[in-house]
Structure formats: structure tokens, C-alpha cells
């Protein structure tokens, strides 16, 4: 019996031997860099930046990086900025380019930060952080940000999110042959802001994109190259968007083609908005609603995922426990969100004119086969939907909403960026 028993450990405490190591030879600056194609932006338009490329042995620390700009409101009245996602409201998509490829495009970005901010954050941190860096709303008023009056300007920091760039667990090399260039399109000032503004009267002043760099010496860099015979790959999470459209009638089922081809598809994000609310002076982008959904699952070439479509009661219990199921979250009891603020988790059709008539309400749908602990360097075990047909299937029951609704679909997959400096040394995408 003694010889099947483990041998015996001690405390890491009286781990003497296990101890921090100096870092190998570098240096780390940060860049400060000006938008390249305007120094002023009205919303609606886009705004570029370019991550110079062939800069030897340097590597992007993709965790310090952010926008900086003004907003200038010369509206003639006051404007207010959404509360869950503050300026990130006004960006509308985000595309990353190398190469002559899109390595990311990540339409209604607002939208899917907004649904984060719900499922992934407390109020807490945007009375205390959110407000400060990008405007979100306080404790009292959780959905309505801060107010920008006549003639003002605001100055915000919006922390780089969403993108295989930003999820990436490794330094991004920046040796490549080409150039990173990001486009960020702004949103318009229907949808952005609260007030009676029009694009041309809402301006981006002085955008900016800063981050670090981190060099290394002539042997560190040779190390790490050869410690990967000169090919660097990054695997990291993405998302990509598609939407569709119902009408207000009741009790109907709703298909839609969703279109993602992907070898490994993680998760299906679902948000509803009613179109009839999507107007001025009010929250047309952090306001979802549930809109009577009884029945939700997605057809994989008519297969359902989950096998047993997810059933959406008043209470919505079983819709939460599903989104929790695939936020990786269920049994954290320590996990942050503030799904159940203002209107709550389980509002029909909330009128969004202030945080106690915003609603919540999101789909989340797990498709990875199995889970793991988020250490690097982890495994991803998403379904693959290339040459697949991917459906979303919604029953609706017999309560009305007062307007059409919008349907945003959000696919979390795993991209690979590969940058081998023995081929093309250009970044290459793989999904």
C-alpha cells in the first residue's frame, strides 16, 4: 500500500531554488503615434493608424496599448456618452491590416463591448475606472456616461480590446515586411451619443495610438529566434459580426444564415435591439432587449447546438446559466457582470431612456467541445464550420414588440497569425 502513495512535498514556501530570474537583455519605450490620415474626425468617418514594420528584434507589448483623443461637442446643447461602454460607443468597426490582407474586422464593435461590459464587468469598475478613462456612467446611473457641454471637449483613453492583437498571450514581433495598419470607423451620432446631435457637430480631436516596444539585444533576439527556428505564431481569440432583421410581429420562428466559416468557432453571441429605440436621446447601443424569445439554437447543416435548444422562460434562468456556461463563469461565484442593473437581465422591450429603462438581455452560446483553464498556452476545441451551414434559429412567443428588431450575431473563433522570417516574412492569417 506505501508504494502506491505519492512521494512526499513540502510547502513552495521552503522552495528555495524557485525564484524570480533576471529578464534577458532589452529595453521597453513608448511610442506615442499620431493618426496618419487626419488630425480631426467627425463621426461617421474613419480614423488610421500605422504600426511601422521591419523594426528588428522589437516586439509590440500588445497590453499597454490605447487610444487617446478629444471629443468636441459643438452641438449648441449638451450631448451625454453612453454609460456601460462610454466613447467605445462611438466605434463603430475596427479592421487590422498587413500584408494586403484583414487580419481582424470586428463590425459593431460598440455593440460587443457594451455586451461585455454586462457580462464581464461591475458597476463598481465603471464608477471608478470606466469614468475616468473613457466616460461610462457612475453607480446611479450605470447607462448614461458623462456629459459633454456646448463647447466643451473631453479627453478619453480607450485600452485596445477585441482583436486577435489584443487577446494575443505573446508579444506581437514587429519585424515584419509590412506595416500594421488599423482603421477604426466611427460611429454615428444617432447611435453614440445621447442628445440631438448630428455627425458633423461631433469631432475626434487629435487621435492617437500609444503602446510600448519592446526590444531586445542581438543574443536575446537570436535565442528566441532560434528557439523557434525563425516562424512565430500567434493563436489567439477573434470575433467577427453579421446581423439580421425581424419584424414586430409575434409568434414567429426567425432563421438566419450567419455565415461564419471557421476552423475552430468558440462561442455565438446574440444581442436584439429594438430598431423603434434605436434614436436620439436615447441608449441605442447598450440597450438589448429580450423581445419575448422563447426558443434559441444554432443549425449546424441542421444539427442543433445545443442538442436541446435553450428554453427562455420569464425568469430567463436558463439563458443566463448558458451564458455563464460559455463566459466560462458559471460556478464563479467571485465573477464580475452587472447583467440584472437597471431594467435587468429579463426586460422585454425597454424603452432606453435611462438606466432604469436599459436592458440587458444576451445570448451566449458555448460550441468548444471541451474547456481549460485560460493558462498560456492552453487549447481551444471550437466546432469547424468551413464548408458548413451555419443557422441561428429564434421562436418567439406571442408578446409584440413595439418595433422591428435588430439582430447582432457576434462568432468568437481562434485565429493563427504566423510570421515566418525564413518565407515571406509578412504576417499570414489562418482561421
Known sequence: MSEMMPS?????????????????????????????NTSSATLGQTVEFRIPGNQMASFLDNSTMYFKFQVANNNGADIQLEGKSGAYALIKKVDILTSGQTISSVDNFNVLHSAFVDTDTSIQYGAQVGAVLFGAGGAGEAAVGQTIANGANA???????????????????????????????????????????????????????????????????AAVSGSVDDKFEIVADDYRHTSSTITAAASQTHVANLGFAF???????????????????????????????????????????????IRITDQTSEALAELLVADRALVA??????????????????????????????????????????????????????GSVLQAQLKYGSTAPSGATTLDFFAQYTSLLTLDMKGSQTFVLSV
Open 8 to 36: 512526499e512535498a513540502s510547502t513552495h514556501l521552503l522552495a528555495y531554488g524557485s525564484k524570480r530570474l533576471r529578464a534577458m537583455n532589452s529595453r521597453s519605450y513608448r511610442v506615442v503615434s499620431p493618426s496618419t
Open 155 to 221: 479627453s478619453f483613453v480607450l485600452p485596445f480590446v477585441m482583436n486577435c492583437l489584443a487577446n494575443s498571450k505573446k508579444y506581437i514581433p514587429l519585424f515584419s515586411r509590412d506595416n500594421i495598419t488599423i482603421k477604426v470607423q466611427l460611429e454615428s451620432a444617432l447611435l453614440g451619443t445621447l442628445g440631438a446631435a448630428n455627425d458633423a457637430e461631433i469631432a475626434i480631436n487629435t487621435p492617437e495610438l500609444i503602446y510600448n516596444v519592446v526590444e531586445l539585444d542581438a543574443a536575446a533576439f
Open 333 to 386: 461565484t467571485d465573477h464580475d457582470s452587472r447583467v440584472n442593473n437597471g431594467a435587468g437581465f429579463a426586460a422585454q422591450d425597454p424603452a432606453g431612456n435611462n438606466t432604469a429603462n436599459c436592458g440587458n438581455f444576451l445570448v451566449q452560446i458555448d460550441t468548444e467541445s471541451m474547456r481549460s483553464n485560460n493558462d498560456d498556452p492552453g487549447i481551444y476545441s471550437g466546432i469547424s464550420t468551413i
Open 263 to 309: 476552423s475552430s468557432l468558440n462561442r455565438v453571441i446574440i444581442s436584439q435591439r429594438n430598431q423603434a429605440n434605436l434614436t436620439a436621446a436615447k441608449i441605442a447601443i447598450g440597450n438589448r432587449s429580450r423581445r419575448d424569445l422563447e426558443e434559441v439554437q444554432l443549425l449546424l447543416n441542421g444539427e442543433s447546438i445545443p442538442s436541446r435548444p
